[in-house]
């Protein structure tokens, strides 16, 4: 149903002549009269039937009006609600990484509550890899991912990634061991080339890191076991089965040694995705650029942000 019709019709039930409604709606009232033509067509009903020199609705005109007036509140409402700058509110849907909801978006969906009582936010806790084919598939509007620098993840055309923070990953390896000082990544890296390593379960990025730093090393690592809780990663290393990547600033266990990577560097890099096409809707707009300002806030005056 075409809604320019419908608000003719409308029209015509209020003001109660072609002539009012073709001067309200800047148009003829020959315009008028077809278009309405059109709609009793489009309905299969008869809408008008004339009055004298006039016209006035059919009992169908006068219920189709009643709806419309519904109709066209609802159509004028989605458009301010979808409009740059309109209030957010709604079902904001956020799919991401463990650290990410916990340390950043947790603490803003309490201040939301406050400030804007009418949106409402969604957590689901995926990997990146999973929380992009949920985007992809549009079950959800925000996905929290990230990747390293060294294993850098392209999102495609169709998304577009807000970067919200960096922050330094070392190698965790057992407290009794004994690198020598000074060692670049590389070093590190060739010094435990017979260990086993442990990488996550459901993402892959750790692990191409680790593939790459290893062959720049001269050795193939033996990947073996899988983890993506890292205290559980660093339960693993206390308990002999391997070393892994640990972030830089976390406190470590009794059994557990963080080794730096200075050369080159490991860097994991957070983002916020969304498709291209949403990015004006005001509750994406809002939580993304809080998300920002909180991470920004959050570098500036801590220069080891969670992982």
Do not use: C, K
Not at 24 to 47: C, F, K, Y
Not at 178 to 204: H, K, M, Q, Y
Not at 205 to 217: G, H, N, Q
């Amino acid at each position: 149903m075409e809604t320019r019709r419908l608000r003719l019709l409308v029209e015509l039930s209020r003001l109660g002549s072609m002539r009012a409604v073709a001067d309200v709606m800047d148009t003829t009232t020959s315009t008028v009269s077809q278009q309405l033509t059109v709609l009793a067509r489009e309905m299969g009903a008869a809408l008008i039937e004339p009055d004298g020199r006039r016209v006035r609705l059919t009992p169908a005109g006068r219920r189709l009006a009643e709806h419309g007036a519904v109709i066209l509140a609802a159509v004028e409402a989605a458009r301010l609600d979808l409009a740059p700058g309109a209030e957010p509110s709604g079902t904001l849907r956020v799919a991401g990484f463990a650290t990410a909801i916990r340390a950043h978006l947790l603490p803003l969906v309490t201040g939301l509550t406050a400030t804007h009582p009418g949106l409402h936010v969604l957590v689901r806790e995926h990997e990146p890899a999973e929380a992009l084919e949920l985007l992809a598939a549009d079950e959800t509007d925000l996905a929290l991912t990230y990747d390293y620098s060294l294993a850098p993840a392209d999102p495609g055309p169709a998304l577009h990634a807000t970067a919200l923070w960096s922050a330094p990953w070392g190698l965790g390896v057992p407290a009794h061991a004994d690198p020598p000082d000074g060692a670049d990544t590389l070093e590190v890296f060739a010094r435990f080339r017979a260990r086993d390593w442990i990488v996550n379960s459901r993402n892959t990025a750790d692990e191409a890191v680790i593939r790459t730093l290893a062959s720049m090393a001269g050795f193939t690592p033996r990947i073996t076991h899988q983890a993506d809780s890292l205290d559980l990663v660093q339960g693993m290393i206390t308990a002999g089965l391997g070393v892994g990547l640990l972030p830089i600033g976390t406190p470590t266990f009794p059994g557990v040694r963080m080794m730096p990577l200075t050369g080159p560097q490991v860097m994991l890099r957070a983002y916020a995705v969304a498709r291209h096409g949403r990015l004006g809707w005001p509750p994406l707009t809002l939580v993304t650029d809080l998300l920002a300002r909180r991470t920004a806030t959050t570098a500036r005056d801590n220069p080891s942000p969670p992982p």
